[in-house]
C-alpha cells in the first residue's frame, strides 16, 4: 500500500491500467448486456422485465461496494495518513453515487410492473436512497472543506469528511440485510454463498455485466484520481508563480 504513496509511482501504474480497464469493462458489460436481452429467455412470472436485473444487480453491488472502497479510502488516511487515500474517497464518490442512483431507477423500472408501483418504502429501497444521498452528502462535504486544513490539500479530504465516509458504511450492511430483516416487497438475497435462486439460462450474462462494470467503475476512479492530481499540481504551481 505504502509503495504507491509515491504520487509518481502511481501514475506511472494507473496510466496504462486506466483504458486496459475502462475498455474493457465497458466491453464486457457491452457483451454481458445484449446476451441478456437477445440470449437469454424471459422469466416464467415476470417476463422479460427480468431482463433489467443485468443492469440493476451490477449497480446495487457497486452503490454498495463502491461507498465500501470509500469508506476503506478514508480509514486509510485517517490512521496511517496515506497521501492518496483522500483522493482515491473523493475520486469514489462520484461513480458511487452514479451508480445507486442508476439502482433506484432501475429498481423503479422493474417494480412497476412487478409490484404495480414506482416506489414503496420499505427496508431496502430506503436504505438504498439513504445511501444515494449519502455520496451526496459526502461529495458536498468534501468540496467545502477544500483548502480549509491542511488535510485536505492536494486533492486530498479533511479529517471530518473522512469521519464522515467512515460513519456512513454502517448503512452499507442494513442494506444488505433489510431484506432478511423486515418485511418487503423486495424480493429476498438470490445470490448467496450457499448458490443462486436464478435460472442458469438467466443468470450467466449476470456474471458479465457484472465484472464489465465493476472494471468500468476502477477505471473511472483511477481516470478521477489522475485528474484530481492533474489538478492539484496545477494549483500548487499557480500559487508558487502567485508567492514569486
Known amino acids: 500500500m505504502h509503495a504507491l504513496a509515491n504520487p509518481a509511482r502511481f501514475l506511472k501504474i ?85 451508480f445507486a442512483g442508476l439502482c433506484l431507477a432501475t429498481g423503479s423500472i422493474w417494480g412497476r410492473p412487478t409490484w404495480g408501483t414506482w416506489w414503496e418504502w420499505d427496508g431496502r429501497m430506503t436504505s438504498m436512497l439513504v445511501l444515494f444521498f449519502l455520496y451526496a452528502g459526502f461529495i458536498a462535504l468534501a468540496r467545502a472543506s477544500d483548502g480549509q486544513d491542511g488535510a485536505a490539500e492536494g486533492g486530498g479530504i479533511s479529517r471530518v469528511t473522512a469521519i464522515f465516509g467512515l460513519v456512513g458504511a454502517v448503512n452499507v ?32 450474462p449476470l456474471a458479465l455485466t457484472a465484472l464489465g462494470f465493476t ?19 496545477v494549483e500548487a504551481r499557480m500559487r508558487r508563480m502567485a508567492a514569486a
Open 173 to 204: 450492511p442494513i442494506i444488505n440485510r433489510s431484506v432478511v430483516w423486515w418485511n418487503s416487497l423486495h424480493q429476498g438475497p438470490s445470490i448467496t454463498l450457499r448458490g443462486s435462486s436464478i435460472a442458469p439460462e438467466i443468470l450467466w
Open 14 to 98: 494507473a496510466r496504462p491500467l486506466t483504458p486496459i480497464l475502462t475498455l474493457g469493462g465497458a466491453g464486457l458489460a457491452t457483451v454481458g448486456a445484449w446476451a441478456g436481452l437477445t440470449q437469454t429467455p424471459a422469466d416464467y412470472l415476470q417476463g422479460d422485465s427480468v431482463r433489467i436485473l443485468y443492469v440493476h444487480v451490477p449497480a446495487a453491488w457497486l452503490g454498495m461496494g463502491g461507498w465500501m472502497g470509500l469508506a476503506i479510502a478514508c480509514l486509510t488516511q485517517i490512521v496511517w495518513r496515506h497521501p492518496l487515500a483522500g483522493i482515491a474517497a473523493r475520486a469514489i464518490a462520484v461513480p458511487g453515487m452514479v
Open 215 to 233: 472494471l468500468l467503475f476502477a477505471g473511472i476512479v483511477l481516470m478521477r484520481m489522475r485528474a484530481i492530481l492533474a489538478g492539484a499540481k
